[in-house]
């Protein structure tokens, strides 16, 4: 093809859709070699290719974007590190630093020099989660990364094609489950080989020497893309606070997103300390996530790189748990983290375009992943020995999700990963790996927040084992005490919660047992709603009563529709129940103003 | 001696494409599709063709039926009034499908709505585990009482979804006797039988994509056969599967959702028999019309197969936006790219392609009805590789005005290009999409695309064909006879074959239990052989096993071909090193020390397909004198040059034509850029070569 420069603007397309495609086979090679139910059945991966100076050109669209906006800012450490004259052809590197990868100890990032005639041009790393890292094992009980497992420090993975057999021996024996930890390093490295490979067929086609130009064009173009998209909305200052629970005490995420002319920036003053637990967020996470939160909101369709995240400054205050320092817990930080993006879209929320509109912003939701974390055998359960002695050791690691917030125009999803974008393990697939017997996955009525959009709903999970023994249970969970809100009228979602069947209630967070003959019921949280639920039409509610998402009595008692046996609406009962809830509703609020006046005098 | 006609009938979106073989000749035929009553164009069709061949409808001995009638249920949402039946806990499952979102960063998408609602989903106690031992009684006073709803719904179809039938069917086959004998004419399906494989939602999907289009697939077929026996058509009549064999009517009739995208099949089995004819080892078959393209891989004459197909795409093609089916398929990529494809600029001020298309109604902006959009056959018609006077044999007179003020008004003005370079970027960024799913789609399989031959049909393919082929470092490209009709032409051609997969954990070690294993084979044959047999009769079969295998704590499993023969005890160690030499040339590297293992067993049992007319290509060093000349930008370089117009009717076997040029003909135009010469071969198949020059 022609490179006049007319035409260039073509060429570069072209070439920036290929770089696209090599990181997604990057990312599809690492799915589907790779060991860990997360890696293999989730996608909860990453990968990317960098330029010589730590820029992200592009993405996988296959990943999570905790992983995918972290990894971003990895590859410039290992550059510290490692500078880029100093390596050579078959050279990988590797670490799982908490705070120079991806959060936490069990995310291995990979970096690989791409050579092109003798000179490294590129570099393509990758992060997937491991199941074990050793030490207390995934939970947020350590007091100490020290505790949460194996280190690895930035290092190589191989010289020149040479694996360091030396750093797998020790990996070897210091996790739990080595084949799949060693598998999934293999895999990582692998997976960059075939971006290497077909970045260098890339290189060869179109007749370039470096990536120079075209990662200039990249990010000029992204740039550009993000400062008219931020130049459409109006400057100023927004502030939001959410409480959630925390571990020993609930946490304040509290934000000021200022939009400035050409930028935008969070400042996370005012949040909570760190927790002597291990819900302690690392920077690297918490720009992440936040990030993430502002550019589905503000300019979703602008490619994900390096120019685009410098359009969003994100930062925290010292002594913050979004701000975590070594060496303190950081295993479950996802739990914290992933609850940001809500923390953005309350301060989004009241921000208007320059023409004065609203944006498209969701209520909050269920936002943490609601995993299935169970153990069973000797030394997994905290029970006596004798009642263990004839129990499969097993480790369950299945990914599921509660309901996500209501849309601008549209109800939430249900039973759905928000931020993350993860699969789910299918339940048969964990039953053939473990004694686990799941009884009961199904929507959990009425926990989607009412509202004119309806919030998405949670699910309920009932469980135990084949075993006759007790099995543990590693809670992650939040949103048990403090429930995802609703926005401009609409309720709150349903708090999560965490039980045995037989009543007892257990902690949101934490490993805890479940005693033989119980069976674990994890009631998963509902989305917000958004708007006046009085005011959804009322066949959207008839509708929700048909399928189970809303009882026939909620419809009545929240929504003000009236349904007969066959769930149809009986529309004149209808018109006077919501005149009946709306005068209620009004009658509360005043005397709510009286009470207050009381309280004020 | 003259024997009996084979005859071809391939209902697409818009048109029925017939093929008639008889005696090494061959005859085609183009009708309009009748989408509602799709028997009509049929009948319309052979007809024409029959007339065209100068043939009786006795003289048919055979006839073979590819439709896109059971994807358009699916996708159109008009099966029948369908229940589901599933292992109490799990209504939702199918609603919830992965739980994830197929587009990070869009938080308005939604997931696929199931093929049933939730309130036509009813729940039955009972446990099968995953070793197949029952560890709860099936409530069969419930499948009972179900019954009576089902009844009094008035519902047609039924697919019975429970936990871990691929180990244990004794649930799922109690139930379907409760409902047959209180409901004998309700259509069932059992999810264990339609994919006795592990992963309930995946499992469940396909059964109820099943039992959604059975009752619509039934009635079509039954009243084909009786028109087509009121017209004299009376012979044996088989289908085409999805996975490219020939299946007896009945098979389909049970197992409908085996017919989805059954049509691109027949083209990737002219592609391989096309391959087979001039020995090209390593293909990739390239199937463009008028909404999307096709793109497949062959080596040594055989398409890769998958088990998964994921239908109706809503979301912009995207993967994970369809719904999940679990059945064998001839693996191939799809994507939104068709002459009628939609092209405009994004926010970042790139030309987007697709993958909404024009169609045929209003259809492009050049056809002159009503469409204004900037499609992709407008942007050939500014770049003048489309005749406006003889495109599809003349009947649609194209306005290269029109495409111009649509690609300027599109593209051009917004990128301040001229008419010319804004098509070339319409042209260049259509072919790149192709170009990197197919990538994709080679990585997928672990294979390269550099060094293949490329065989390019469907309407819209010889167009494109050669620029790809550059982009893919392919330095042959075939356009066969009849490119235009390529998938009924890859009908004639296909195999009487059946595919069964079980899911079956083994692991590769001293536990192996050679016998429990050659004892599941012998059932899966005879399963199988009763279906080929069918049709086969004592016809020679040819047996085909693959077992999926992986390393013990993997997730994905890869599809190896494994002896036919019955395993001793010892052959672990030799399935293990088969998997160890798969996994390394797939991946690059395989990991020291680690044991395999497999998760399921799949046999294909086929006829014999008819040995290829070997092709001849020698130049006979003759020239042509082309028909005409035409302005057209050679894509190779951009450049508007002068190029020689040849018609292909008019061109024998063994003429050699430089590139650039333009070779026509009734059903599709074949664009030989700068970088290629052309010739033709014996078999009259057009054969692009790489010219060093």
């Known amino acids: 093809m022609t490179d006049t420069s007319i035409l260039s603007v073509i060429h570069y397309q072209v070439m ?9 086979e990057q990312a599809q090679a690492l799915i589907r070699t790779g060991f860990s139910t997360s890696t293999r059945e989730a996608g909860d991966v990453s990968a990317g290719i960098f330029d010589t100076s730590g820029d992200m050109l592009a993405q996988a669209v296959t990943g999570t974007p905790g992983h995918v906006n972290s990894m971003a800012r990895a590859v410039a450490h290992f550059l510290d590190r490692f500078p880029v004259d100093t390596m050579k052809p ?17 995310d291995f990032t990979v970096v690989t020099p791409a050579f092109f005639n003798g000179a490294c041009v590129s570099l393509f790393a990758c992060t997937c989660h491991v199941v074990d890292v050793g030490g207390r094992g995934i939970g947020p009980d350590g007091r100490q990364v020290y505790e949460e497992g194996i280190y690895i420090p930035l290092m190589y993975f191989a010289r020149e094609g040479r694996v360091d057999e030396t750093m797998i021996e020790i990996v070897r024996g210091n996790v739990r489950e080595p084949v799949q930890v060693i598998g999934d390093i293999y895999s990582l490295a692998a997976c960059n080989d075939i971006g290497c490979e077909r970045l260098v067929e890339m290189m060869s086609e179109f007749g370039i020497e470096t990536l120079d130009a075209l990662g200039e064009h990249i990010l000029d173009k992204t740039a550009r893309a993000m400062k008219e998209a931020i130049a459409d909305i109006a400057p100023g200052t927004f502030h939001n606070t959410m409480r959630v629970d925390g571990y020993e005490r609930p946490l304040d995420l509290v934000a000021a997103l200022t939009v400035h002319e050409d930028h935008i920036s969070v ?10 637990f291990g819900i302690n967020v690392p920077f690297c996470y918490t720009e992440a996530y936040a990030t993430f939160g502002v550019k589905c909101v503000v300019a979703p369709k602008v490619p994900n790189n390096a120019a685009s995240l410098a359009a969003i400054r994100i930062s925290t205050p010292e002594n913050c748990i979004l701000n975590a320092k070594h060496p303190l817990p950081v295993a479950t930080r996802h739990i914290t983290g992933q609850l940001l993006p809500d923390v953005m879209f309350g301060c989004l929320s009241q921000v208007r375009t320059r023409a004065g509109d609203p944006l498209a912003v969701p209520a909050e939701g269920s936002s943490c992943l609601w995993n299935l974390f169970a153990m069973g055998g000797a030394g997994r359960v905290d029970a006596e020995p004798e009642t263990l002695a004839d129990a499969r050791v097993f480790n369950v690691m299945s990914f599921h999700s509660g309901g996500a917030g209501a849309r601008a125009g549209k109800d939430g999803l ?23 017997i799941v009884w009961r996955k199904e929507y959990r009525t009425d926990s989607g927040g009412a509202g004119y959009y309806r919030g998405g709903l949670g699910q309920i999970m009932e469980v135990d084992t084949l075993d006759t023994a007790p099995f543990a249970v590693s809670a992650n969970y939040d949103r048990v005490l403090f429930p995802p809100r609703g926005r401009d009228g609409g309720q709150d979602g349903a708090a999560g919660v965490v039980r045995l069947k037989s009543g007892e209630h257990l902690r949101g967070k934490g490993q805890q047992t479940v005693p033989y003959g119980e069976r674990l019921l994890i009631e998963m949280p509902g989305g917000g709603g958004i708007g006046d639920p009085l005011q959804r039409p009322a066949e959207m509610v008839a509708k929700d009563v048909r399928e189970g998402m809303v009882s026939a009595e909620k419809a009545r008692s929240v929504y003000g529709v009236a349904l007969d046996d066959a769930h149809a609406v009986i529309a004149d009962q209808t018109e006077t129940l919501r005149m009946q809830l709306r005068a209620k509703m009004k009658q509360d609020a005043a005397e709510d103003r009286s009470v207050q006046m009381e309280t004020s005098k | 001696m003259t024997n009996a006609a084979r005859l071809a009938v391939d209902i697409g979106g818009t048109f029925t494409d017939l093929a008639l073989t008889r005696d090494g000749r061959r005859v085609t035929a183009k009708v309009l599709t009748t989408p509602s009553a799709p028997e009509q164009g049929v009948l319309t069709g052979v007809k024409a063709i029959l007339e065209k061949a100068g043939l009786a409808p006795s003289d048919v001995g055979i006839v073979i039926h590819g439709t896109t009638l059971a994807t358009n249920a699916i996708i159109e949402r008009k099966g029948a009034k369908t229940a589901m039946i599933v292992t109490d806990g799990f209504r939702d499952s199918i609603d919830m499908a992965y739980e994830n979102r197929f587009e990070q960063y869009d938080i308005m998408m939604d997931r696929p709505a199931p093929l049933v609602p939730q309130a036509m989903r009813f729940q039955a106690a009972g446990r099968i585990d995953a070793q197949g031992n029952e560890i709860q009684p099936l409530d069969e006073a419930k499948i009972a009482e179900i019954c009576d709803r089902l009844a009094a719904e008035e519902v047609r179809s039924v697919a019975v979804c429970f936990m871990h039938p691929y180990a244990n069917m004794a649930h799922e086959e109690r139930a379907r006797e409760i409902i047959s004998a209180r409901l004998p004419d309700i259509a069932i399906t059992l999810s264990g ?14 059964a109820l994509a099943n039992a959604y289009i059975q009752p619509v697939m039934d009635t079509y077929l039954r009243k084909l056969s009786v028109e087509l026996e009121k ?66 891989l062959i080596e040594n004459g055989q398409p890769h197969y998958s088990r998964t197909f994921e239908v109706a795409r809503e979301y912009r093609f995207l993967k994970g936006s369809g719904l999940p089916l679990r059945i064998p398929v001839i693996d191939m990529v799809e994507i939104g790219a068709g002459g009628g494809s939609i092209a405009r600029i994004d926010e970042l001020s790139r030309i987007q392609i697709g993958p909404d298309s024009m169609g045929s109604e209003p259809g492009p902006a050049s056809y002159g009805r009503g469409g204004t959009a900037a499609t992709v056959t407008d942007a050939n018609v500014v770049l003048g590789r489309l005749d406006p006077e003889t495109f599809a044999g003349g009947s649609i007179p194209l306005l290269p005005e029109r495409a111009e003020t ?43 695309l550099g060094g293949r031959t490329m065989i390019a049909f469907g309407g819209a393919a010889p167009l494109h064909a050669a620029r790809l082929a550059d982009k893919l470092g392919i330095r042959r490209v075939v356009v066969p006879a009849s490119a235009g009709v390529g998938s009924a032409v890859g009908f004639l051609l296909a195999p009487i074959a059946y595919e069964i997969n079980q899911s079956r954990f083994v ?44 390393y013990v704590g993997q997730g994905h499993e890869v599809t190896v071909d494994i002896p036919a023969t019955p395993f001793e005890a010892e052959d672990h160690k030799a399935l293990h090193d088969l998997f160890v030499s798969y996994y390394t040339s797939t991946f690059g590297r395989s990991i020291p020390g680690l044991v395999s293992e497999i998760t399921g067993w799949s046999l294909r049992l086929a006829t014999q397909a008819p040995a290829p007319e070997k092709a001849r290509h020698e130049k006979n060093g003759k020239t042509v004198c082309p028909a005409g000349a035409r302005r057209m930008v050679d894509a190779a370089t951009g450049d508007m040059i002068e190029a020689p117009v040849y018609h292909r009717a008019e061109l024998e076997p063994g003429v050699t034509l430089a590139g650039p040029c333009i070779i026509t003909e009734e059903e599709t135009t074949t664009i030989v850029t700068s970088r290629f010469d052309a010739g033709v071969n014996s078999l009259g198949h057009i054969v692009l070569d790489w010219n060093e020059a």
Request: aromatic share 6%; glycine share 8%.
């Open chain 1, 16 to 24: 920036w859709d290929r770089l696209i495609s090599v990181v997604e």
């Open chain 1, 90 to 106: 078959g050279d990988v590197f590797i670490t799982n630093d908490p705070w120079k990868g991806t959060g936490h100890l069990h």
């Open chain 1, 267 to 276: 400042d996370f003053e005012g949040t909570s300390a760190p927790s002597p």
């Open chain 1, 414 to 436: 249900s039973a759905t990963a928000f931020p993350s974008g993860v699969r789910n393990v299918p339940i048969e697939i964990t039953e053939a790996g473990s004694p686990m």
């Open chain 2, 193 to 206: 039988e339609v994919c006795p494989e592990i992963r309930e939602y995946d499992r469940w999907s396909t």
């Open chain 2, 231 to 296: 017209m004299g058509v009376d012979c044996p009549f088989f289908m085409i599967t999805s996975a490219g064999g020939l299946t007896e009517v009945e098979m389909a009739r049970r197992f409908p959702v085996r017919l989805v995208e059954s049509g691109p099949a027949g083209g990737a089995i002219l592609a391989a028999h096309v391959a087979a004819q001039s020995d090209y080892e390593e293909i990739l078959s390239f199937d463009m019309g008028g909404t999307t393209a096709k793109i497949c």
């Open chain 2, 406 to 448: 649509a690609v300027m008004e599109h593209i051009g003005a917004q990128l301040e290009l001229d008419p010319l370079n804004a098509a070339i970027g319409i042209s260049e960024v259509v072919e790149e999409n192709m170009a990197n799913a197919s990538r994709v789609h080679a990585v997928e399989l672990g294979r390269n």
């Open chain 2, 507 to 550: 692991t590769l070690d001293d536990t192996f239990d050679n016998e429990a294993i050659n004892a599941l084979r012998k059932d899966m044959y005879a399963k199988a052989l009763e279906v080929v047999s069918a049709g086969a009769g004592d016809q020679p079969l040819i047996e085909t096993w693959t077992a999926d295998m992986r």
